[in-house]
């Protein structure tokens, strides 16, 4: 009785911020994968910023500044590069030199380590092309059926599988003498409640996707893949806020499948086809991160906006009256570990205007600089240690 009694004393006094996750799916982690997965449950109202293929090009650059020295739009704008740093590997099954974007998987390899290097995390998606007739991601067949256990062509999602092996295993640095496999957040199969990728709603069963999920983590685990913390990341659009867990669990392989509790939001921050107002739409992405934060605590799991912005930043103030207003709402919102902003297309490879973090002169770098400011958004500057 008097124990009971001190452990519910002593369970008062911890602070919310030295909450502890569960610990990862994968027990043989490495430990700086186990210690990155604990420090990210660990930051408080702090959040990470993220920036996909921020130190690959900028919208009017691309590749190594001069004098091989690392780039970043929001190097640029800031002073400092962001604290997570987003590769995709669209294409690496197909054996190509470059990605779908046209990044190198060499660079990749080398903005990777260069991010662990200066205390940064990395999160790697995969726009992945049809292992059966290597159409690009956004093919509207059923493939997912084919490529599970069971199907025809299982051998050749492996050999995709194997390719990415390959890479992550390059992913290897000297720490003091000791080599260390850099932790990265894997987010396979994202965005899979919307119908827009072959492995998406409509093209496959809510079965055949679990499979597809659980396949893949069970067969990376196989091969010693031991560096890697697993992101679901649903699409926000294709959630019903009224039934919000429901709605999310729509492809969940379960617990022991998932290690961040992630979505991707572009739809509550203005995309062009949500017709509702400001006001509704801030109310909606608060409620969002309220209720990821809700279901990752209840699962002992780690919330993040795994992707999301607004394309061309076009609303004035954007970053702090849209982004850091819902982002540190309240207590719970800002309990997400990292949110991570899209690309930044360069200008001459592509849609010009296709960006999501600031450049030099944009028309809102002055008020990404106000979001840079706040002390609660980590950036390589001051991102505290991850990896101990
Ligand atoms: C999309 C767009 C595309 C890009 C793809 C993969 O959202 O940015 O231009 O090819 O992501 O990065």
């Given at each position: 009785m008097k124990l009971k009694k001190l452990a519910v004393t002593l369970l008062g006094f911890i602070p919310l911020s030295a909450f502890a996750a569960g610990?990862?799916?994968?027990?043989?982690?490495?430990?700086e994968t186990k210690a990155l997965?604990?420090?990210?449950?660990?930051?408080g109202d702090k959040v990470l910023f993220g920036h996909e293929d921020s130190l690959a090009y900028g919208a009017k650059w691309?590749?190594?500044?001069?004098?091989?020295?690392?780039?970043?739009?929001?190097?640029?704008?800031?002073?400092?590069?962001?604290a997570v740093f987003g590769a995709d590997m669209g294409g690496i099954g197909l054996g190509n030199e470059k990605n779908l974007d046209g990044v190198k998987f060499s660079d990749y390899a080398h903005y990777i380590k260069e991010t662990f290097e200066m205390g940064g995390v990395n999160t790697v998606s995969w726009h992945m092309y049809s292992p059966i007739d290597e159409h690009h991601s956004w093919a509207k067949?059923?493939?997912?059926?084919?490529?599970?256990?069971?199907?025809?062509?299982?051998?050749?999602?492996?050999?995709?599988?194997?390719?990415?092996?390959?890479?992550?295993?390059?992913?290897?640095?000297?720490?003091?003498?000791?080599?260390?496999?850099?932790?990265?957040?894997f987010r396979p199969w994202h965005e899979h409640n919307g119908d827009w990728f072959w492995w998406g709603k409509g093209h496959t069963t809510e079965a055949d996707y679990i499979a597809l999920w659980k396949f893949t983590v069970d067969y990376l685990n196989e091969k010693g893949q031991n560096n890697l913390?697993?992101?679901?990341?649903?699409?926000?659009?294709?959630?019903?806020?009224?039934?919000?867990?429901?709605?999310?669990?729509?492809?969940?392989?379960?617990?022991?499948?998932?290690d961040i509790i992630g979505y991707d939001n572009y739809w509550d921050l203005g995309h062009p086809s949500n017709t509702q107002s400001v006001a509704e739409q801030?109310?909606?992405?608060?409620?969002?991160?309220?209720?990821?934060?809700?279901?990752?605590?209840?699962?002992?799991?780690?919330?993040?906006?795994?992707?999301?912005?607004q394309e061309g930043v076009r609303e004035d103030n954007f970053w702090t009256e849209r982004f850091a207003a819902g982002i540190w709402a309240n207590e719970k919102t800002s309990r997400i570990s990292y949110a991570l902003v899209w690309r930044n297309n360069n200008e001459e490879n592509g849609k010009k205007g296709h960006y999501y973090g600031a450049y030099p002169q944009e028309k809102n770098a002055a008020n990404f600089v106000e979001f840079y400011n706040n002390k609660k958004s980590l950036f390589i500057n001051n991102i505290p240690e991850m990896y101990k």
């Open positions: 610990g990862l799916i994968n027990e043989n982690a490495t430990t997965y604990e420090n990210l449950a660990n930051l691309w590749g190594y500044a001069e004098g091989g020295a690392l780039e970043s739009d929001i190097k640029q704008v800031t002073g400092s590069f962001p067949t059923s493939y997912v059926r084919e490529l599970i256990p069971g199907g025809n062509h299982n051998d050749k999602l492996k050999t995709y599988l194997d390719s990415y092996i390959a890479f992550n295993e390059t992913l290897k640095v000297d720490v003091d003498g000791k080599e260390v496999w850099i932790p990265i957040i913390i697993y992101a679901f990341s649903p699409d926000r659009s294709r959630l019903d806020m009224s039934d919000f867990d429901n709605s999310y669990k729509y492809g969940y392989a379960g617990d022991a499948y998932v801030q109310a909606l992405f608060v409620e969002g991160l309220e209720k990821l934060t809700d279901l990752a605590d209840k699962k002992g799991k780690v919330s993040a906006l795994s992707e999301g912005g």
